[in-house]
């Protein structure tokens, strides 16, 4: 059953003469709840995207089987387009750590994180602390970390994102409501970046001097990073504005790169941000990557 229907412009810009002016095309952008019955694989051809060459090691089909395990509770949304039976162009969820401490997919992505932070002390401490066995303790509150996995097909608009985030902030009230276990004191989002060399970004620089998209925006400046690290994902910056903790890590299993190397530098990010930030910070995601002509 649809959650809700948004159209979305999307530019069909390609590389073509000066004079003419970018197309964009209504697409009609559905969200569904996670199904079991037909989502399996495109979700776990995502978390590979997301994962990228430590994707085996994780072995994502596991933590695609985890993810959609738990689609009774309501948590979580896709985005399709040709109806319920259609592969999600991309997923939207959280995964409580403790609730599925003991689950092997749960397991290794903990162990994973764990490992990557250890190159940031206090980040790593922070970790370990939330994910520490619980003991009960009367009338005191309990970290607990909610993971957010979050994809989608590199050609889709970042519009379809608040929306995803919107419902999810409802579908957590209801979940602990029913007295799923989603009462989080953290989350962590895990993202994935790219990496250019000075050179790279020159070359990227360039390009974007040339493209028409830029000349017809009137820039005058190009957004270059500090480090040389990119977000594939656009809301990531929105998401870092609200974090405690950033860590960028290279993948464990990333080929050798030299100057010969053929395609982009990919890596890793996590974001660790309190629970009570998670309404504001999706109130600024809707406000930043509005759909034109729509409130957030």
């Known amino acids: 059953m649809s959650k809700r229907k948004q159209s979305v412009g999307a530019d069909t810009d390609q590389d073509v003469s000066d004079e003419e002016t970018p197309t964009l095309v209504d697409v009609d952008f559905d969200f569904f709840g996670l199904n079991p019955e037909v989502d399996y694989h495109a979700i776990n051809r995502l978390l590979i995207q997301l994962f990228g060459s430590d994707s085996e090691s994780l072995q994502t089909g596991r933590i695609a089987n985890l993810i959609l395990s738990v689609a009774d509770t309501g948590v979580g949304s896709t985005v399709k387009t040709d109806g319920e039976e259609g592969d999600p162009y991309a997923f939207l969820t959280v995964l409580s750590c403790d609730a599925h401490w003991d689950n092997p997919a749960m397991k290794a992505l903990i162990d994973y994180i764990l490992s990557k ?144 190397s053929v395609g982009l530098d990919v890596g890793g990010r996590v974001m660790l941000i309190p629970a009570d930030r998670l309404e504001a910070l999706v109130h600024v995601m809707g406000e930043t990557f509005t759909v034109s002509g729509e409130s957030s």
Not at 146 to 166: A, D, F, K, S
């Open 117 to 260: 932070s250890a190159t940031e002390p206090a980040f790593h401490t922070t970790l370990s602390s939330i994910l520490a066995p619980k003991t009960p303790v009367k009338d005191q509150v309990q970290a607990h970390l909610g993971l957010v996995l979050c994809e989608r097909l590199i050609n889709m608009p970042v519009q379809v994102i608040p929306p995803m985030y919107r419902m999810l902030v409802e579908e957590i009230k209801d979940a602990i409501n029913d007295g799923g276990p989603y009462e989080f004191s953290h989350y962590l989002f895990i993202s994935r970046v790219y990496c250019l060399s000075p050179e790279e970004e020159d070359a990227m620089a360039a390009s974007q001097c040339n493209s028409k998209r830029y000349k017809s925006a009137g820039n005058t400046e190009l957004g270059r990073s500090r480090d040389g690290v990119y977000s594939f994902h656009p809301e990531d910056e929105e998401i870092i504005k609200f974090a405690t903790h950033v860590l960028t890590y290279t993948h464990t299993h990333a080929p050798p790169r030299d100057a010969e």
